[in-house]
């Protein structure tokens, strides 16, 4: 390491600590943060939310009182009446939420003045243009024949953008002379003018007692309401103004402000700490964050730090002690930042969706480079995640990696895109055995919520070798789609296979050329009606005898051409040949049915129909002796397109088979979903039949199943007789496998169908 570099990787994080420190407190001097800090107050608020204690009641001058006595403003003689009443029914004490600037007439002021002077504990409201400002001067003066027998109480108070009072007064300094403010009066509470206090708005303002003025002037107010209590007359009706944001309730007339701050000094004196000791909390855990080299012990710290400030403040404000926590989120949460940035440009080898590390990771790593490289390919994993609510490729993944960990579960999984999973492995296991119980595994569906979804994985292997650990990943990527494209649950990496990759690529062109030059032939593999021991039909398959590699495995050229929606050319030439096989049979009087496989790729083909309608018609075939055995049948279940399609085929009279039935998503919806005349039960099910007690009762239920929907079952892969005579007691309709023969061409069925019995039979 150079000496810059050594600087800047000893100093650089007290640096970014220094700044955050300075820009935390700018922040917190300008008060960035108080829509924030009024936010996340009301919001602890809540967690504390409690009744009124009762003893303060509100005297609405509202809408029923306006409607009953008159506009505003009343009479004061009306004024007068409300005092008598509170004083008669034992009112404790009496603030008016009122201002009584300028007379009016001789009578009314008369009796407003006299009824004052009886009571001797009225409160009224006097304003300031600003209750923050020293030596203010009232902005009316009251009138002095009420104001001599009674006690005035500053009304005014400041609100903020939101149109809510977070701080309210003690009192103000009126011309040299304190007067508290309408709640400290209330509260009888002393306090230094020009002093305020936090309001505490976990008080419930629904749960304040209110009478109606005019009930209470009509003497219809219980005096068990009144008595012993301090009351507050103030206007409630919407149209006289007066109305103020409460936090955490909503809009509400301005008295409300001054009954909960009156209840929050009988509770207590409220403290204020402000900004600072959460800002010094915020520093002190940064500071030890930043001493840390792990990323998740960095972002932990912090989180910790960001949680105390959030939820301790609550208790402490149930005790009327507050703190604002709004700088000190702002240094954890902008060094948190700092760091995750720094640690994403640094690195960027983490996978996005899942967190976990992604190949860039795998290649940089050193230190296994010299074990086996397996990975995982869920082959279905894009059609899965399109398909997937929001956020919740994450759950998938999850599910998917607790499988794979299963066995090993501290180990180091790498995911790439397009649903591949990695992981080093020591070369001397038993590869074979653990990816074939993970194989297994997978054939569970996944869950996400009440949606199961099935997993279609291949494994693939590359022991080791003195390639860069890039290339040696390539090859196991290869190794497992070789795995899937022959059907097989995992494959080593076959070093030839480098050697073939040129055939590989080129492979599609040549097949399209071999049908051409009659390379490409139909093989005939028969089926036996068990009822009757007779063979009553056969599957047609295409092979190609390449010139100078020989046989290619179908399973290889097949499955390529499915793929890159080639399929089309080599199913039009497997048909024909078929088709003219079965009228070649039928014609000898032999009743004779022909199965060819159809792609789901071809349903979206809207020539197909009428290319196979031709093509029955040119040579006589009747269409119920060919049947459309259905491949991917997860693909077209869904699919309106490819449903009307195999409606037209119906129409056509042509039988429809679901292939493969058991394995993928070939479930109870897709024998509802797809018309099919036939289903063909997997060999996977079928050879474990004799042994295997949960393959037995799975066919078992799938043959009674399909005989009650009236529908015909094939069980494919019957290679011993043993597994013929399990299928008779099953009552399955035909057996189609090595034990009845094996794909063989057509003059060699003919010969077989001639002699009038089956290799099992025989």
Known sequence: ?????????????????????????????????????????ASRNSLHWHKASGNIVLVKIDDESLTRIGRWPWPRRHLAKVIDRLD??????????????????????????????????????????????????????????????????????????????????????????????????????????GSSFLVDYSVDPASIPTVSAAALIDGKVDPSAIRGKDVVVAWTAESLGDQFFIPGTGRMPGAYVHIIGAETLRSGTPVYLGWGPFYLLAIAAAAVA????????????????ALIELFSPVPLEARLISLDVTPGLFVLLTVASVLSWRQFRKRGLVNEASGLPNLNALRRNRQDKAKAIVTA????????????????????????????RIGSPSRTLYQGDNGIFVWFEDPRQPFGNHLDALHALFRNPARLGKLPIDLNIAFGVEVGSGRSVANRLASALVAADDAAHHGLKWKYHDPESLEDASWKL??????????????????????????????????????????????????????????????????DFVLEKAVAAGTQINKRGTEFDVAVNLSARLLSDKGFTLRLSALLARYGLAPNRLTLELTETATLADTGEGLDMIGRLRDLGVNIAIDDYGTGQSTLDYLKKIPANEIKIDQSFVKGIVDNRSDRLMVQSTISLAHSLGRKVVAEGVEHRDILDVLVELDCDIAQGFAIGRPMSLESLAKRMASGRSRSAA
Do not use: C
């Open 377 to 404: 390919r869920v082959l279905n994993f894009e059609e899965i995640v399109a398909t997937l609510p929001p956020n919740s490729e994450r759950q998938l993944v999850e599910q998917i990696v607790a499988r794979l």
């Open 290 to 305: 930043i001493r840390r080299r792990n990323p998740l012990q960095q972002l932990g710290i912090l989180g910790v730090a």
């Open 506 to 571: 080129s492979m599609l062109s040549q097949l399209d050329e071999a049908i051409d030059r009659g390379e490409v032939w139909v093989a005939y593999q028969p089926k036996l009606d068990i009822a009757t021991r007779r063979i009553v039909g056969a599957e047609a398959l295409a092979r190609w005898t390449h010139p100078e590699k020989g046989p290619i495995a179908a399973s290889e050229f097949v499955a390529a051409a499915e793929q890159q929606n080639r399929i089309g050319k080599l199913t």
């Open 88 to 193: 008669d029914a034992g009112a404790k004490g009496i603030f008016f939420d009122l201002t009584f600037d300028g007379p009016t007439n001789r009578v009314d002021d008369g009796a407003l003045a006299a009824a004052i002077k009886r009571s001797g504990r009225v409160h009224f409201g006097v304003r300031v243009p600003s209750v923050s400002a020293r030596g203010a001067q009232l902005t009316s003066e009251p009138v002095a024949q009420f104001a001599k027998n009674a006690t005035l109480a500053i009304i005014s108070i400041d609100y903020n953008y939101q149109n809510a009072v977070w701080r309210a007064p003690y009192g103000v300094d009126v011309a040299g002379k304190p007067i508290s403010s309408l709640a400290a009066e209330i509260a009888r509470v002393d306090g230094a003018a």
């Open 1 to 41: 390491m150079s000496k810059s570099e050594k600087h800047v990787a000893e100093h650089g994080p007290w640096k970014l600590l220094l700044w955050m420190a300075i820009a935390g407190l700018i922040f917190g001097l300008i008060g960035l943060g108080d829509i924030a800090e009024d936010a996340l107050r």
